[in-house]
């Protein structure tokens, strides 16, 4: 009898526990078996937050490049800031055209109407670069090949970027930031391609401000700006003779916004320097050409300061965004990033009414520099050739 009563209460106290367990067990398998309309609540709720910062984030873009360009059309480069705001435009649009793409893809109307404005803007600056421009130039009219490269001040790796210019085979060619090392090289390696040559390498180790001119017709006048500090006129001048016909060609290298000279973020020596040159310019007679690394972007106004006495050759007939820095994509150790894709256009050659554009490309490599070089083929139907 006491064992039945002892079995008895073992097997009450058993089935406690199972009960006990089975409804943990319940408990436990009912919290992990949340329905799916409720899994997907909570994942909504947990990505309101983040996707509102972006909302916000892209809304207040948008609205700061409407600020950009209604200060541009409005106060101008007369304010400091709206110049710096000119000069970095282009790559603040290119930031732009995914964000949209995405604004598009997910719906988000109100964000997409706010980027409209600065979409027609780059369209109207930039929808030409990529349409046909009828180029006619007569069959039996000369034409003159130029490039414009600046070379970093580069002094040890020299022989990818003489080996550039003896490719690209151009008629003449304007150097910029050339050092005393690059001047001695190219002045015995590239003796073969041209019997012209006149190098100034800054005398004092400032490379930055040496400029020289390779050319395959004679050198008939040469000057070259002396640099004084603290922001250096850095411009070549030089006649040369083709066939008979004078070409004057101005080899420039603008200074940049960048407090580098020691002083504060300062554009007015760079517009003081191209308001001379164009003045300089539109005094020569006969075809003239100015080429170089200007420092200054198509929407700056710097470049309005130009184009309404020269022409751009890029602009003429180029095709795509011709971008020509910076190019980190090198062996060289002691630049940037080789990930970094090139943003600015700042390397021209412009030309005045004597001449005609025929073709004008960025170089598919740059020589170790951070520019690319510009290559142009003009036309001369206007001279007496």
Not at 246 to 275: C, K, W
Request: aromatic residues 14%; glycine residues 6%; hydrophobic residues 45%.
């Amino acid at each position: 009898m006491e064992m039945s009563i002892n079995g008895d209460a073992t097997l009450g106290a058993r089935g406690d526990w199972f009960l006990v367990f089975g409804y943990g067990w319940l408990v436990i398998v009912d919290g992990i078996c949340i329905k799916r309309d409720s899994l997907r609540t909570i994942t909504q709720s947990l990505w309101k937050f983040p996707q509102a910062i972006l909302q916000f984030l892209a809304a207040l873009y948008a609205v700061m490049l409407l600020v950009a360009l209604v200060l541009r059309f409005t106060v101008g480069e007369r304010w400091m800031l709206v110049g710096v705001l000119n000069n970095n435009l282009t790559q603040a649009l290119m930031i732009m055209l995914p964000i949209l793409v995405i604004c598009l893809l997910f719906r988000r109307w109100r964000l997409a109407v706010l980027y409209a404005p600065s979409f027609i803007f780059f369209l109207w600056a930039y929808l030409p670069y990529y349409l046909p421009r009828p180029v006619e130039v007569p069959p039996d009219a000369p034409q003159i090949s130029l490039l414009t490269y600046n070379l970093q001040a580069e002094e040890a790796l020299l022989d990818p970027m003489e080996a550039l210019i003896r490719a690209a085979d151009a008629d003449v060619v304007a150097l910029q930031e050339m050092s005393t090392p690059a001047a001695k090289l190219f002045d015995v390696a590239l003796s073969d391609l041209y019997p012209y040559r006149v190098f100034y390498p800054e005398p004092n180790g400032g490379a930055y401000h040496g400029r020289g001119l390779l050319s395959r017709y004679p050198i008939v006048e040469h000057y070259f700006w002396p640099v004084r500090y603290p922001i250096p006129v850095r411009l070549q001048r030089a006649v040369l003779d083709v066939n008979g016909q004078l070409v004057t060609v101005y080899n420039f290298h603008a200074p940049p916004s960048q407090p580098i000279y020691g002083q504060g973020v300062d554009l007015a020596p760079r517009a003081e320097q191209i308001t001379d040159l164009v003045e300089m310019a539109e005094g020569e007679d006969g075809a003239v050409l100015l080429m170089g690394d200007f420092n200054t972007t198509d929407l700056d106004e710097n470049y309005g300061r130009i184009t309404a006495h020269f022409s751009d050759a890029f602009r003429a007939v180029g095709w795509g965004m011709g971008f020509t820095n910076p190019d980190w994509q090198h062996d060289n150790p002691r630049r940037g990033a080789s990930w970094m894709p090139m943003y600015q256009r700042i390397d021209y050659v412009f030309y005045n009414p004597f001449f005609v554009a025929v073709e004008a490309k960025v170089w598919s490599s740059s020589g170790g520099s951070d520019h690319r070089p510009l290559y142009v083929v003009l036309a001369m139907p206007n001279t007496a050739l």
